[in-house]
C-alpha cells in the first residue's frame, strides 16, 4: 500500500516514476505499473545474473525509481542473504526506507531499528515509514522513541485506515485489471500518503548517484527475422504478463495482438496464440459463456496454430474447471480437466530440464537448466497416459510432480511461468518457433498449389 501511494503521490507532483518490484511476483507490479503510469519492471537476484539486474535498472531508469521489496529486508532462501533485499538494495546502490507495521509497538521499535542496521553495516537505512499507526499519541510516542534511542529519521507515518486496504485473495491482492475501482483505489491511497509522508525528505534522502551499467549482460544468441502477429489475452481472467518478456517477444520480431477471451466471439488474425497466468477460475462463468471464441481456440490448436500457455492459460485450455462446487466448460484442446484445492499444489522457485522434445527451436548456447517459479491452487489430472512433455522438473511440482509443459501439436502449456532471461530466452525461441511453421505452412500451401496446377 505504502509502495503504491508512493508511486501514485510523486507522479501527481510531476515526477517521472518508474517502479521495480523484487521477485517473481506479477500483481504487485500491476499496481504499481498503474499507480506511475509505467510498466513495472521484476528485478530476481534468483532468477537473473547479477550485470542483467544491474542492467535491467539501468535501462529503465527514470528521474524517482522506486524497488518494493518483498518480504523482510534481510530474508531470502540462501542463507548468506545473497538474494535477499539488502542484497539488491546494496547491488544497486540504493538507500532503503523501512516501512513498519507498528501496531501496539512503542519504545520496542527501537531495538527493532537498531538490529537491522547492525545485521549489516553495509546497508544504508535512510529512514522509516511508520505504518498502521493507532492515531496521533501513538505517532508522537513513536517519534520520541525513534528520535531518542536511534540516528534514523521518521519520513513518514500512516495512521490505520480501512478504506485504504485492497482486497486479497489465494495469490495476494486482487490483480488491478479485475477491480473496476483500481483507479479511484490508487488516488485515494496516493492522496493519503502524500498527507501522512513527507515526499520532500524521502527525496533528500534518496541516491542521486547515476549506477555504471555494466559491462555485459545476457543476449539472446537467436536473432530476429520477418514480423509475425502473436494474439495475447489481455483481459480481467489474464493479465500475468513481464514486461520485459513483452519487450523481448516485440524485440525479436512479434507484432503482439489483443484480444479479449471474455467478450471477443472471434479470433484476430494472428500466426499464434499467447495465453498467460491469471485467475480463469474467478471468471469461469464468463469464459464458459463464449462459446464461439472458446471453440476457435480449440480448432486453431488442433489445425496446428502454435501456442504457449502458462498456469491460468493452461487451465482455460484444459476440458473444464472444477471449482466451488461447479464444472465449467472451457477450451477442451487439452485433453485433461481442472481442479481447484484450498491450499497451493505448486508454490516457489522452479527447475526444470528441458527434454529433447521440446519443439522450440534450442540454440547450443542453450542451457537446458531452467529456473523459473509456480504459484498454483489447481492441479491438471485425467491426462492421457501417452502425454509428452516438454520438461522435467528438478524443483517444484510442475503438471504432476516430475514433468511440466504438456506438448500437444503445436502447443506448449505448463503450470511454471517462464522468464526470457538468463539462459531461458523463451520469447525470442518462440517467436522463431512461429515463424518457422509459418514458413512450412507457407510453403506447404504454395506446394499443393502448384500441384493443383
Not at 488474425?269 to 480449440?298: K, M, Q, W
Not at 504457449?308 to 465449467?328: K, N
Not at 518457433?433 to 507457407?442: D, L, M, S, Y
Amino acid at each position: 500500500m505504502v509502495s503504491i501511494g508512493l508511486c501514485a503521490a510523486l507522479k501527481n507532483r510531476g515526477h517521472i516514476v518508474q517502479s521495480f518490484k523484487k521477485g517473481p511476483d506479477y500483481i504487485d507490479p500491476m499496481w504499481l505499473g498503474q499507480a506511475s503510469g509505467r510498466a513495472c519492471r521484476n528485478l530476481d537476484p534468483y532468477l537473473m545474473e547479477r550485470d542483467d539486474i544491474v542492467a535491467t535498472f539501468s535501462r529503465h531508469n527514470k528521474e524517482v525509481n522506486l524497488v518494493e521489496g518483498n518480504k523482510g529486508l534481510y530474508d531470502g532462501l540462501a542463507l548468506d542473504g545473497s538474494n535477499s533485499n539488502a542484497a539488491l538494495a546494496k547491488l544497486l546502490d540504493l538507500p532503503v526506507f523501512l516501512v513498519i507495521d507498528a501496531r501496539g509497538m512503542t519504545r520496542g521499535i527501537a531495538p527493532l531499528i537498531l538490529g537491522y542496521q547492525a545485521f549489516d553495516r553495509d546497508v544504508n537505512i535512510a529512514g522509516v515509514i511508520l505504518n498502521n499507526l493507532g492515531g496521533s499519541r501513538h505517532e508522537s510516542k513513536l517519534r520520541s522513541v525513534i528520535e531518542h534511542y536511534t540516528d534514523v529519521p521518521v519520513v513518514g507515518a500512516v495512521h490505520h485506515d480501512e478504506r485504504l486496504s485492497i482486497e486479497e485473495r489465494h495469490l495476494g491482492l486482487m490483480p488491478s485489471n479485475e477491480s473496476h475501482l483500481a483507479t479511484a483505489k490508487i488516488s485515494q491511497i496516493g492522496e493519503a500518503i502524500s498527507r501522512q509522508v513527507d515526499l520532500d525528505k524521502l527525496l533528500e534522502f534518496s541516491n542521486k548517484k547515476p549506477l555504471a551499467v555494466p559491462h555485459k549482460a545476457e543476449v539472446s544468441p537467436l536473432v530476429s527475422g520477418e514480423k509475425v502477429r502473436i494474439g495475447i489475452a489481455r483481459d480481467r481472467a489474464f493479465g500475468f504478463y513481464y514486461a520485459d518478456d513483452l519487450d523481448t517477444l516485440e524485440a525479436a520480431g512479434a507484432e503482439l495482438v489483443p484480444f479479449d477471451t471474455l467478450r471477443d466471439a472471434r479470433l484476430p488474425t494472428v500466426d499464434a496464440l499467447y495465453i498467460g497466468g491469471g485467475f480463469p477460475e474467478t471468471c469461469a462463468a464468463e469464459l464458459e459463456a463464449n462459446a464461439s471464441l472458446r471453440e476457435e481456440i480449440r480448432l486453431a490448436i488442433e489445425k496446428g496454430m502454435p501456442a504457449y500457455a502458462e498456469c491460468g492459460g493452461l487451465m482455460y485450455l484444459s476440458r473444464g474447471i472444477e471449482y466451488q462446487g461447479r464444472t465449467y466448460r472451457m477450451v477442451g484442446a487439452i485433453p485433461g480437466d481442472v481442479k481447484m484445492h484450498d491450499k497451493p499444489i505448486g508454490r516457489g522457485y522452479v527447475h526444470l530440464k528441458e527434454d529433447e522434445a521440446h519443439p522450440w527451436p534450442r540454440p547450443n548456447t542453450i542451457a537446458r537448466q531452467i529456473k523459473a517459479h509456480e504459484f498454483h491452487y489447481s492441479s491438471l489430472v485425467n491426462l492421457p497416459q501417452d502425454s509428452r512433455f516438454a520438461y522435467r522438473v528438478e524443483r517444484g511440482y510442475g503438471i504432476d510432480g516430475s514433468r511440466d509443459g504438456l506438448i500437444l501439436h503445436n502447443l506448449v502449456a505448463s503450470y511454471t511461468h517462464l522468464r526470457s532471461i538468463g539462459s531461458c530466452y523463451w520469447a525470442t525461441r518462440f517467436v522463431s518457433f512461429v515463424r518457422r511453421q509459418r514458413e512450412q505452412q507457407h510453403s506447404g500451401t504454395t506446394s499443393e498449389n502448384e500441384k493443383a496446377q
